[in-house]
């Protein structure tokens, strides 16, 4: 079955680096092999389970030690480092490595570099790197197996998708992850080993954090249409923002590309400007988890959500269109519910009667965000609720989705052919 959302969420910015080249077979006839693939791509799983929590380990420890002198493996922010000027050349240091190997097209390799460069405080997430190495890893695994080129690219998907259950416990948008953006065709020969990669890694996940949401917050109140109508407006305004950040992204990995034409090490400048933001503001560089729960209790102040809404955007767009990073999944969330919130604060004290919650305000920020950039708009949709666990934020999330989404889509060639 052809995959008509392939053809218009390929021209989004997908959450991870371009997949790896892997040639077509020659067409022929085989018999099915979905089972044996199942099998490859649980032990990919369940291996890349595995390998996210050391990425995630060995992010933090880098972040600790650049920034504070010390080995600590527990999450860090960066706002409080007392670096002074050298906070401007510890990220073009972590950038150091993946620059060196930019050349290569080893998503084993570019995932390592990647996770230096993540610890060394460039704003990109924990999935940036997992994502690819468990990408990386299903296709090795692949080649291990003896399988051929185009089950390769499907463990390779399996392995890419995989991640989102084990970061962030949610195995069903991982299945629509690939549906909607790695897999050209829909058949059971390579949904099911997909399927099973994402049970797999989140039943790890679920295993060694357990059951509670990853996004949580206070108790919401009734939903109203007034209500409604404050989140549909936050959405429109944050769908703007992502389809504005695809427009430069575009432009962005253009520019890089004529000038690492001439060397590669030009990518470093990204890396640069990074570092200078980062002296501005310590509070936009690395991964930005931990502003998340802040985010969605509004324990914040307006120079924070300025700083993660447009400093850390900057730096980010600039970091992860010269690298050819992918979006990401993490900044997203943190871009867009700080744009949400930003957005939410005054039109609340400007119509009291809408009684918009702050919480909400975020996740639609989020969903808007996410779905906008990636066109991925059902895999935003059901990862919001799966990241929750509440299904009282399904309404909001759901016309924020949609309303981003279609705001990605108007007047896109792609959607108006298909």
Request: glycine letters at 10%; proline letters at 4%.
């Amino acid at each position: 079955m052809i995959n008509k959302l392939y053809a218009i969420t390929k021209n989004g910015w997908p959450p991870v680096a371009a997949a790896v080249h892997i040639p077509a077979d020659v067409p022929g006839k085989r018999a099915s092999r979905t089972l044996y693939l199942s099998v490859a791509a649980i032990l990919a799983a369940a291996a890349g389970t595995v390998a996210a929590w050391a990425i995630s380990v060995i992010i933090h420890a880098v972040t600790s030690l650049a920034y504070y002198g010390e080995m600590s493996t527990a999450s860090t922010g960066i706002e409080n480092t007392e670096q002074g000027w050298w906070i401007i050349g510890i990220p073009v240091a972590g950038a150091l490595l993946l620059v060196a190997i930019a050349r290569y097209t080893s998503p084993l390799l570019r995932a390592m570099g990647l996770t230096v460069a993540i610890g060394a405080g460039n704003p990109l997430g924990i999935e940036n790197a997992a994502m690819l190495f468990n990408g990386g890893l299903g296709a090795w695994i692949g080649k291990l197996f003896r399988c051929t080129n185009d089950e390769c690219r499907i463990l390779f998907t399996a392995g890419v998708c995989s991640t989102l259950g084990s970061l962030f416990g949610a195995p069903v948008a991982a299945v629509f992850l690939a549906l909607e953006v790695f897999l050209a065709e829909w058949t059971p020969g390579n949904i099911l080993p997909v399927a099973a990669a994402a049970a797999t890694a989140a039943a790890g996940s679920y295993l060694y954090r357990g059951t509670s949401p990853v996004l949580s917050f206070t108790p919401l109140p009734a939903m109203n249409a007034k209500a409604v109508a404050g989140y549909m407006i936050v959405a429109l305004l944050v769908g703007l923002w992502a389809r504005l950040s695809i427009v430069l992204y575009r432009l962005v990995e253009k520019w890089f590309g004529k000038l690492t034409k001439y060397n590669t090490w030009y990518l470093l400048l990204a890396a640069l400007l990074t570092g200078i933001i980062g002296y501005i503001s310590p509070r936009i560089l690395g991964t930005g988890e931990g502003y998340i729960r802040d985010l969605l209790e509004a324990h914040v102040t307006l120079a924070i959500l300025f700083a993660l809404a447009f400093l850390k955007w900057i730096a980010w767009l600039f970091f992860s269109g010269a690298n050819k990073t992918g979006s990401g999944i993490i900044p997203l969330l943190v871009i867009g519910g700080a744009m949400g919130l930003l957005i939410g604060a005054p039109l609340q004290m400007a119509f009291p009667s809408l009684m918009i919650n702050a919480g909400v305000v975020v996740i639609v920020g989020m969903g808007a965000m996410l779905a906008g950039t990636t066109r991925a708009v059902l895999t935003a949709i059901i990862l919001l609720l799966e990241m929750t666990h509440d299904i009282n934020v399904a309404l909001p999330a759901i016309l924020a989705c949609i309303l981003a989404y279609g705001i990605a889509i108007f007047k896109s060639k792609k959607a108006q052919n298909d």
